[in-house]
């Protein structure tokens, strides 16, 4: 009995489940559809849900493309502040080459590094520990607060003196996108006039125009005998990335000591047909260095994939290029002319 009238209270509880489960098809009626698939947001990267933590293949990938040994000793103990604050378009790459410039210090023994995502830590008090100030594709007007005039004029005067009073800022691919056009008031404009002509002239440039990644381009060696391309070993290589093209009138080798740059002859028609308005003197360049005051700038074009970071001869330019600009690996930075360079 008791089993028997369990079977019954059973059938009494479930049949309304099932019934509601399976609803009766209507005649004529095309069948129930499964819901359609939310794309799910990433969960790492700088575009993703935890914009400020890489994705691990991308870490494991770099970590083991690390060069094993700094090229120059350091002076004394080094240390690097990355800020990694997107004003504008944010990279996927930030938080990789955060994680990069903290892995070649520590591996190499030649810096250490901790990255801010604040651009309140750009003060002269903050600054006075550091050595040197890592742009990580810093878009946009990045040390600005609109509301508080007085804070964006202070930060912008420690950000200037910093280098001019001896030390070091290098910048990676959107380093160079950053106040431009009309950014400061609508961050995803770009070319145009520069807003901020003294941070424009130190980082040697501003963005105008990319091809898309992945392009491919042949990167020359302008300067082989700098300690900065050693690893190149004054051959050419091709690399596919977004690749920057500076505006006309922000970017010139009286500014700057040219490393790298593409090597526009072997570039297709199809590819150079894409870039409106080119640069009169086909002067593509890609990394340069540069003395401001008494400090040293050291900048490099690409870095927008994560690829990059996984590339062992870049690691060990943005490497090298770090200490230049520290001041502990020394290099030939007078700017060579135009004409010097045969770019007529
Ligand atoms: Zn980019």
């Not at 990267?45 to 914009?51: A, D, E, K, M, T």
């Not at 060069?67 to 700094?70: D, I, S, T, V």
């Not at 870039?275 to 640069?279: I, M, T």
């Given at each position: 009995m008791r089993s028997r009238f369990a079977v019954f209270v059973l059938a009494l509880t479930v049949t309304p489940l099932l019934a509601h489960q399976l609803p009766v098809q209507p005649p004529g009626q095309p069948p129930p559809q499964p819901p359609a698939q939310v794309p799910t947001q990433p969960t790492?990267?700088?575009?993703?849900?935890?914009?400020r933590t890489a994705c691990q293949p991308d870490v494991d990938r770099m970590m083991a493309a690390l060069?094993?040994?700094?090229p120059a000793k350091p002076q004394k103990p080094r240390k690097v502040l990355v800020?990694?604050?997107?004003?504008g378009y944010v990279h996927s790459s930030i938080p990789l080459a955060a994680k990069t410039i903290e892995a070649l210090g520590t591996k190499t023994g030649a810096w250490t590094a901790t990255t801010t995502y604040d651009a309140a830590d750009i003060n002269t008090e903050n600054l006075r520990q550091y050595d040197l100030v890592f742009l990580d594709n810093t878009t946009g007007c990045f040390l600005d607060d609109p509301n508080d005039a007085q804070a964006t004029a202070s930060r912008r005067a420690a950000l200037l003196a910093f280098i001019r009073g001896g030390k070091g800022i290098a910048g990676i691919h959107a380093a160079s996108d950053s106040y431009h056009g009309n950014q400061c008031a609508s961050p995803m404009a770009s070319a145009g006039d520069p807003l901020w002509p003294e941070f424009n002239k130190m980082i040697g440039g501003y963005f105008k125009f990319h091809w898309n990644n992945p392009q491919l381009v042949t990167v020359k060696i302008d300067d082989p005998k700098s300690p900065l391309t050693a690893m190149f070993h004054g051959a050419e290589f091709d690399i596919h990335d977004e690749t920057y093209v500076f505006a006309n009138n922000s970017f010139s080798r009286d500014n700057v000591r040219v490393l790298t740059s593409v090597n526009?002859?072997?570039?297709s028609d199809a590819d150079k047909a894409k870039?409106?308005?080119?640069?009169p003197d086909h002067d593509y360049a890609l990394s340069w260095i540069r003395r401001e005051g008494n400090g040293r700038l050291f900048y490099e074009a690409h870095g927008h994939d994560e690829s990059i970071y996984a590339n062992r001869a870049m690691l060990e330019h943005l490497l090298a290029g770090i200490q230049y600009a520290l001041g502990d690996l020394k290099a030939d930075d007078t700017p060579y002319s135009s004409a010097m360079n045969g770019y007529l």
């Open positions: 790492c990267g700088g575009r993703s849900s935890n914009p060069p094993e040994k700094a800020l990694a604050r997107a004003a526009y002859d072997k570039m870039e409106r308005d080119p640069r």
